[in-house]
């Protein structure tokens, strides 16, 4: 668990170095505490509409010989066959129920030749989402092995071996044999691991049965991302603006103004009509998302604020990606089905951001008017944050979210040069991700810096030049070191991973 020193009654300025010490003096009671006082900031998007839900079924099987007992040779003696099985059965269904996704476990595991291609034939008439195969013995025959995971190339596959089941031989080869197939090999010590398995085949269901509503243009189209399999739903720009001038100031209004005042650190330019008007912004987006059954949500916000059409939607957005209904600013679809990638995946929310360098220090910064504050998931701690104005109008509210520092992130986006507009096409588009990771430095105050009011500055990991940084607009930041998942999922679902440094 993360935590935030208050920096309630303190200047920001000089980059604003948060210690990790608890806000409250109580170890884990600070988290329920600080929790109860924020619940109603993250509770569903009531108005988005409920997704059908169709996430198929995921199989497993377990890869060894068919007994109860291992003599001479790994995973050696001291390995428990049927408790080491019972423990993997437990954690793959149970995982695969709290998703709310089917698992079928196979009833004997694959050894022999017979046993493979009974298996196999099966899959073919059964069509799962995906295969999750568990190593329980280790195959000398790593050629063979690769042989018959080479017959599973219609299905997106998930080699699994906890230490004792594997050489860095099998790694290498199973390896080359994933980048001609989805396949990916998950070799590691924690067990526990699994569980994150069943959730990268669960973001790969999810995402095919997204759509996400882009407020932008004038011509209402859907656009199928074929790669993953999401759909963009473009409505007419000036819709944004006509729902906010139709939408009133209701009891629904005022209260999630007043949470977001209550629960804010301090209150700096915004008055308190601004916090309302704010929250009807929330409320335009649900309805949007709502008439148009998506489940987010990306908006061309700029001409509207200049225009003053329709305030900044940047507390609006914080609210949505702090829930899962993901909210992505200036039409950025690739930003959105990032957003919508990283709260599946990782249950977490992203922060997109615009991208700086500090040629002085050799860094990162990053800043945006929107960010969410429950950076580690619903149920945890929330970051300290600010009522601000939207920094580039003056106008409006925005929140300044103080993350916190000497934290490990993990950066990415799907990379699209469209990102501004709509994709020229759904079948060439969002076919790649790039990634990085880093650590949070500091958070910098706006004033005296200008930009956006959420900023802060990243030591990338492994950057010697900061000059070799590729640039791609929006990335995202999101709390952790996720690399794992992030790569397991580019893998079973085709999709290209590249580093943020080329």
């Known amino acids: 668990m993360v935590h935030w020193e208050s920096s309630l009654g303190r200047s920001l300025?000089?980059?604003?170095?948060?210690?990790?010490?608890?806000l409250l003096t109580a170890g884990s009671a600070c988290a329920g505490v600080l929790w109860t006082g924020f619940r109603g900031l993250a509770q569903p998007a009531e108005s988005a509409s409920p997704q059908e839900k169709d996430s198929g079924t995921l199989w497993a099987a377990f890869v060894r010989p068919d007994v109860?007992?291992?003599?001479?040779?790994?995973?050696g003696a001291v390995y428990d066959v049927k408790t080491r099985t019972a423990e993997y059965t437990q954690l793959l269904t149970k995982t695969a129920a709290d998703l709310g996704i089917t698992c079928h476990l196979e009833a004997k595991p694959l050894w022999d030749d017979e046993s493979w291609e009974v298996f196999v034939r099966k899959l073919q008439e059964a069509k799962p989402v995906g295969l999750i195969l568990v190593l329980q013995h280790l195959d000398h025959?790593?050629?063979?092995?690769?042989?018959k995971l080479e017959k599973l190339a219609f299905v997106p596959t998930l080699v699994f071996s906890q230490m004792g089941t594997s050489f860095h031989e099998?790694?290498?080869?199973?390896?080359?044999?994933?980048?001609?197939?989805?396949?990916?090999?998950?070799?590691?010590?924690?067990?526990?691991?699994?569980?994150?398995?069943?959730?990268i085949f669960y973001a790969l269901s999810e995402?095919?049965?997204?759509?996400?509503c882009v407020v932008q243009g004038q011509a209402p189209q859907d656009i199928l991302l074929e790669s993953v399999g999401v759909t963009l739903r473009y409505i007419p720009f000036q819709r944004f603006s006509e729902e906010y001038?139709?939408?009133k100031e209701t009891e629904e209004v005022r209260e999630l103004a007043e949470r977001w005042a209550k629960n804010a650190e301090k209150i700096i330019e915004p008055s308190k009509q601004e916090i309302v008007e704010a929250a009807k912004t929330y409320v335009v987006c649900q309805r949007l998302m709502k008439q148009t059954d998506c489940q987010g949500i990306a908006v061309d916000c700029l001409p509207h604020v200049s225009a003053r059409t329709a305030p900044p939607p940047c507390m609006a957005f914080m609210q949505l990606n702090d829930t899962g209904v993901v909210a992505a600013c200036q039409a950025d679809w690739p930003a959105a089905i990032s957003l919508r990638l990283v709260w599946l995946l990782l249950g977490r929310p992203g922060f997109m951001n615009n991208m700086c360098s500090s040629s002085l220090n050799n860094t990162m910064m990053g800043a945006h008017c929107s960010s969410p504050i429950f950076l580690a998931g619903p149920g945890q701690a929330p970051a300290p944050y600010r009522l601000r104005s939207h920094a580039e109008s003056g106008w409006g509210v925005a929140p300044q979210v103080i993350w916190p520092t000497n934290e490990k992130i993990t950066i990415l986006k799907f990379s699209d040069p469209l990102w501004s507009r709509s994709p020229r096409s759904g079948r060439e588009a969002a076919q790649t991700i790039w990634l990085a990771a880093g650590q949070i430095l500091r958070n910098i105050d706006t004033p005296p810096a200008g930009g956006c009011r959420t900023s802060m500055e990243i030591q990338l990991e492994g950057c010697t030049d900061i000059s070799q940084m590729r640039m791609l607009h929006h990335m995202l930041y999101v709390l952790g070191d996720h690399r794992d998942k992030i790569r397991a999922y580019c893998a079973l679902a085709g999709i290209q991973l590249e580093s943020l440094f080329g």
């Open 68 to 75: 109860e007992k291992y003599g001479l040779g790994w995973p």
């Open 141 to 147: 025959n790593v050629k063979g092995l690769c042989g």
């Open 245 to 247: 001038a139709q939408t």
């Open 207 to 212: 995402m095919r049965q997204t759509r996400i």
């Open 13 to 22: 300025c000089d980059g604003c170095r948060l210690t990790r010490r608890c």
């Open 170 to 199: 099998h790694f290498l080869m199973i390896r080359q044999l994933g980048q001609r197939q989805r396949l990916y090999f998950a070799s590691t010590w924690d067990g526990q691991w699994l569980a994150s398995a069943v959730r």
